[in-house]
């Protein structure tokens, strides 16, 4: 088999020798000979994504590894998000992300690929790049930081930030204790410790075939991370040899994989935005409904935090993402294969579980039906999602009178105001924050409480808006709402004080008027200014939405490893 990077390295001309000499610092004449195969390490190590700021010691042991193979590594840092620190919304920039990622490796003398991301949306802007380009790919995930403790108590990093600050809003904790807990919310290097978006998107790296079974969830400062980098790097290497892209791992039967997993774990419904990204990358026909249908029945059974109690840590030692999938293995496509070329399920033949309090048994679940529920109706012809495990149960039907938000600035300027008429049977609503409304869909859709509420001690409230959520976040929460209202959904015609019927049961999100009269109502303006220019104003003129993964429509379907053309 010739190899790609033989495009650039063969021959006796003067671009193959400009190919060659520019490359050799460090590499001996024997690197461009005898058909090794060149591997990129595409890094998303910054010291702005602190999250992954260790990945350049995981790029050495995957290096070592290629290098061990017969290959020869390359670390190709790419563009990084940090989710805390990235404006407006690190979701805003995951689409240039995958772009640009997917051209560099394009257009880079390059045979195939090891993706290292952690933090939330670097694992889907790599996965989606590496789809596109459908290089030999291999996903080596970051690992979640140790647990950090507080007063003696575990702290969820991301979920117990909101728990703490709505307990400072309540008056049930002082300032001064609350900025105390800052020093101990990260206590190491790697990603969020709960099943936030990132823990999730490492496990569906994993569920989709991409990853070395066994890995998602590794600490990052395990020492096994190093050891499983190690041999991430030496697969990489065979990958290239057997052809194994990821266009022949990322079958439909390993999305509908992802989306049984996503369910066992009560992963984040960002998945749902990023799994949709990832399957229109490489037209595989997977939309919306399939997460309901595949996912909605599946057993809550994973106990951890924003849903539960314990943290990535205390899953790997309980058995790890292996353990969760042996117990719904039955659910699983039997014929996905992973990254080793084996099916996914061959892989869970040793896996135990060895603490019920954290990984539950199928007969035991903390919940019978987990899975992300799709509602449709007058609200949301086009789909939207909630995650019942994250949900208070008495909610989950629930008709109450709609208290609209403009903005997230107007959220800011109202919710405390002793003036707002708002009541626990409430039902909150943003508008203006979908794909194009607030360009790049933040993690706002749950919005705090009214301050007058918390201290009535109300702990939860319907919530419906065209945003995402932060997948350390909690609530009965109604999300991704499409059409948004930015795009003309029916979001941007609801006023305060219609009546607002939701039914998860019966899938169902409706706003309780005559259709005639919503029909004749003009929508409401979001008086956000559009962008002028650059990233943003292609992004509003091309993004889709929610339910199409909120990808750009030009980049939906897989374009390959074509090489361009000689420019010398
Ligand atoms: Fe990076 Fe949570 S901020 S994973």
């Given amino acids: 088999m010739a190899l790609r990077s033989s495009l650039w390295y063969s021959g006796n001309d003067r671009n193959s020798y400009i190919h060659r000499a520019w490359m050799r610092r460090g590499l001996p004449r024997e690197a461009f000979e005898g058909g090794k195969p060149h591997i990129a390490i595409a890094n998303t190590a910054s ?23 017969g290959g020869v590594p390359l670390n190709l840092p790419v563009v990084s998000l940090g989710e805390t620190n990235v404006r407006p919304t690190a979701m805003l920039w995951r689409n240039l992300a995958a772009m640009a990622t997917e051209e ?9 690929v090891v993706l290292l991301g952690g933090c939330d949306k670097t694992i889907p802007s790599l996965l989606m790049a590496a789809a596109s380009v459908d290089l030999p790919a291999v996903v080596m995930p ?15 990093c991301g979920t117990d930030v909101w728990r703490l600050s709505e307990e400072v809003r309540a008056g049930t904790l002082s300032r001064e204790e609350f900025l105390r807990s800052e020093s101990s919310m990260i206590r190491s290097r790697g990603h969020c410790n709960t099943m936030g978006t990132a823990s999730t998107m490492a496990c569906m790296a994993e569920a989709l075939g991409m990853t070395i079974p066994g890995t998602a969830g590794t600490p990052a400062p395990d020492s096994r991370l190093l050891e499983r980098s190690h041999e991430t790097g030496r697969l990489a290497v065979e990958l290239v040899a057997r052809e194994r892209r990821p266009s022949r791992v990322m079958t439909r039967g390993s999305f509908l994989n992802a989306i049984v997993t996503l369910a066992a774990v009560g992963g984040s419904t960002n998945a749902v935005v990023h799994l949709l990204a990832i399957a229109g990358r490489l037209g595989v026909d997977l939309s919306l409904d399939d997460f309901d249908r595949t996912g909605s029945g599946v057993p809550l059974l994973v106990d951890l935090q924003p849903a539960g109690r314990h943290l990535m840590d205390d899953l790997f030692r309980a058995g790890g993402l292996a353990a969760v999938l042996k117990e719904v293995e039955d659910l699983l496509d039997p014929e996905a294969v992973a990254v080793t070329g084996r099916p996914l399920v061959e892989h869970l033949a040793g896996a135990e579980i060895w603490d019920e309090s954290v990984i539950r048994r199928r007969a035991d679940p903390l919940l019978p039906d987990a ?13 939207a999602v909630i995650k019942p495990a994250a949900a208070s149960p008495e909610l989950l039907r629930h ?25 626990e049977t409430s039902v909150l609503v943003l508008r203006g924050c979908g794909p194009k409304g607030y360009p790049g869909m933040p993690e706002v859709g749950n919005l705090p409480l009214p301050a ?23 609530g009965t929460v109604v999300l991704h709402t499409a059409p948004e209202a930015a ?44 962008p002028a220019r650059g990233w943003e104003r292609l992004y ?18 897989s374009s390959g490893d074509r090489v361009g053309r000689e420019s010398h």
Avoid at 104 to 112: F, H, Q, S, T, Y
Avoid at 402 to 411: K, L, P, R, T, Y
Wanted: charged fraction near 25%; include cysteine.
């Fill in 47 to 69: 010291d702005l994504t602190p999250c992954n700021s260790h990945l350049n010691e995981v790029a050495e042991s995957v290096a070592h590894g290629v290098w061990e193979a």
């Fill in 104 to 112: 560099m490796l394009r257009a880079n003398p390059v045979d195939g």
């Fill in 142 to 156: 970051g690992g979640p930081m140790l647990t950090g403790h507080f007063r003696g108590a575990p702290l969820g």
């Fill in 371 to 383: 899975g992300i529920a799709v509602l449709r109706g007058n609200l949301a012809p086009g789909g």
């Fill in 399 to 423: 008709r109450g009178r709609a208290v609209v938000f403009e903005s997230i600035e107007d959220v800011h300027a109202r919710l405390d105001s002793p003036a707002l008429d708002v009541d």
């Fill in 452 to 474: 007058k509420l918390l201290e009535k001690g109300v702990r939860d409230m319907v919530r419906i808006s065209d945003a995402r959520m932060s997948g350390t976040a909690y």
């Fill in 487 to 530: 795009a003309g959904g029916p979001l941007a015609k609801v006023r305060t004080g219609d009546p607002i019927v939701l039914d998860v049961a019966a899938r169902r999100l409706d706003v309780d008027i005559p259709d005639a009269e919503l029909a004749a109502r003009r929508p409401a303006t979001t008086g956000y200014a559009e």
């Fill in 540 to 557: 509003v003129d091309h993004v889709t939405q929610a339910d199409r993964g909120a990808d750009l429509d030009f980049l939906i379907g």
